[in-house]
C-alpha cells in the first residue's frame, strides 16, 4: 500500500503521525510512504531524514492525499486551512484512514468519511486487551502528558521540588498530591519522586494501591461502598454521593500540598469535578494546579482549556495536548503504536479485514459506507 503522511494543521501540533526510522520497516513489508514537505519538522525531522530513509517527499498536502492509499494521522480531520474542506474530505474515496477521529466532539468528519465509504480507524478506541498493548496510543501519549505535567508544575511552584540541606539552612521537599493512578498519574507519581517532592497519590480503586505505593508515593484511602472499576480496571462514571466522598477525601489532603495533578477522565464523558473553587481556598499561597482533563471540561471547577487561571493564590493550569510539548518522543511513540495496527489490519491484503477480530471490530469507525462502531452510530443517529 502507498502511505500517505500529511502535514497536521491544528495549531501548536508538533508531532508527525510518522518518523524517518519507521520507513524500512514497512518498506521490508511491500509498502511505500510518501510524505508532505516539512511534516515532520516539528519533531526536528526534516525531509532529508525521509529521503534517505527511503521516504517520498511530495510539495503539499492535496498531493498526499491524491496518491494515498492509506492516510497516517495525529489529530483528528479539520478543516484544511490552504483548501478550505476538511481533511476527510481529501481522503480519496474508498481509500483508508487511521489516527485519531474523536467521534464525540468530531461527528461531521465520521459522517462524511462514511459517505466517501473510507475504511477508517480510531487510534483511541484501540481496545484496552494484551495483544493490542503495542497499539495503545492513549497510553503511549499519557506517559508524556503526565510527564510533563510535572515539569510544568515544577516550573510554575515558587519553591524547589526537593529536601535540601545547606549551610544556610534546610528546604522542605515540596508535597506533589497526584489524583488519579492510571498511566498519565502514575507517570507523574513517578515524575515527581524523581525530581525529589513527597508524592500523595489518590485513586478510588482500591486495586491500584500497590502500583501507587511501588514508586514511593502514599496511597490515600477512601471509604467507599461502590465499585470504582469497569471490567478491564479503569475508573466509571460514579454517584453524586461517590463523588462527594471523593471530594471530602481531596480537601483533606489540599492545605499542604503545593502542586496537584489531576487526570481522572471518563471515556465519552465529562471528567468529574475533584475539586471545587472552595476546594482551591484551601491550598498554600503560590501553589500549582495542573489539570490534565482541561480539554474535555477539566477535574478542577475553575480550569479553563489552555489557559492558566489565577485565583486564590493558587495557578491553575489548563494543560492540553501536552505530547506535542515532546514532539520527538511522541512521534516516536505514536508512530509505533500506529505502524504496529497497521501492519496486523493489513498484514495479507488479499484477505482482507476480519471484522470478528476484536482490535478490528473495536478500531474501525467506518468501512464500506457504514458506521460499524455501536457506540459511534448510537452517538451520530
Given amino acids: 500500500m502507498r502511505i500517505g503522511v500529511p502535514k497536521e494543521v491544528v495549531h501548536g501540533e508538533m508531532r508527525v503521525a510518522f518518523v524517518p526510522s519507521a520507513v524500512a520497516q514497512v518498506k521490508k513489508k511491500g509498502h511505500e510512504v510518501i510524505i508532505e514537505s516539512s511534516a515532520g519538522l516539528g519533531s526536528m525531522f526534516s525531509d532529508d531524514h525521509y529521503e534517505k530513509a527511503g521516504a517520498t517527499i511530495v510539495k503539499s498536502a492535496k498531493d498526499v492525499y491524491a496518491q494515498a ?116 498519574g502514575l507517570q507523574a507519581i513517578a515524575t515527581a519522586k524523581r525530581l525529589g517532592a513527597k508524592v500523595e497519590a489518590f485513586d478510588p480503586r482500591i486495586a491500584v494501591k500497590e502500583q501507587i505505593e511501588s514508586l514511593g508515593a502514599t496511597f490515600i484511602p477512601m471509604d467507599i461502598s461502590e465499585d470504582a472499576s469497569t471490567a478491564g480496571g479503569y475508573a466509571k462514571e460514579q454517584s453524586v454521593e461517590f463523588l462527594r466522598k471523593e471530594q471530602e477525601a481531596i480537601a ?42 482541561a480539554e474535555q471540561g477539566g477535574n478542577c471547577e475553575l480550569t479553563r482549556s489552555n489557559e492558566v487561571v489565577q485565583k486564590y493564590g493558587v495557578s491553575i493550569h489548563g494543560a492540553v495536548n501536552l505530547p506535542s510539548k515532546v514532539p520527538i518522543n511522541a512521534s516516536q511513540m505514536y508512530t509505533k503504536n500506529l505502524v504496529t495496527l497497521f501492519l496486523y489490519l493489513f498484514s495479507d491484503p488479499l484477505k482482507g479485514l476480519d471484522f470478528e477480530d476484536e482490535i478490528v471490530k473495536g478500531a474501525c469507525l467506518t468501512h464500506n459506507g457504514q458506521i460499524r462502531n455501536e457506540t459511534v452510530k448510537q452517538l451520530l443517529h
Wanted: proline share 8%; aromatic share 6%.
Fill in 252 to 293: 483533606a489532603r489540599l492545605p499542604k500540598a503545593d502542586v496537584v495533578i489531576t487526570t481522572a477522565q471518563i471515556f465519552g464523558k465529562k471528567p468529574p469535578i475533584l475539586i471545587t473553587e472552595e476546594m482551591v481556598k484551601l491550598m498554600p499561597p503560590g501553589s500549582v494546579i495542573v489539570d490534565l482533563a
Fill in 69 to 184: 492509499e492509506i492516510i497516517f494521522k495525529v489529530q483528528p480531520p479539520v478543516v484544511h486551512p490552504a483548501t478550505g474542506k476538511n481533511e476527510a474530505e481529501l481522503v480519496r474515496e474508498g481509500t483508508s484512514y487511521i489516527g485519531y477521529l474523536a467521534p464525540f466532539t468530531g461527528a461531521e468528519a465520521i459522517r462524511i468519511l462514511a459517505v466517501r465509504k473510507i475504511t477508517s480507524f480510531a487510534m483511541e478506541f484501540i481496545p484496552r486487551i494484551t495483544r493490542a498493548q503495542s497499539m495503545d496510543s492513549l497510553s503511549s501519549m499519557a506517559t508524556l502528558a503526565g510527564y510533563k505535567a510535572v515539569i510544568i508544575a515544577a516550573d510554575h511552584l515558587p519553591r524547589m521540588f526537593p529536601l535540601l540541606m545547606t549551610a544556610a539552612g534546610s528546604i522542605s521537599p515540596a508535597t506533589v498530591l497526584v489524583l488519579g493512578a492510571g498511566v498519565a
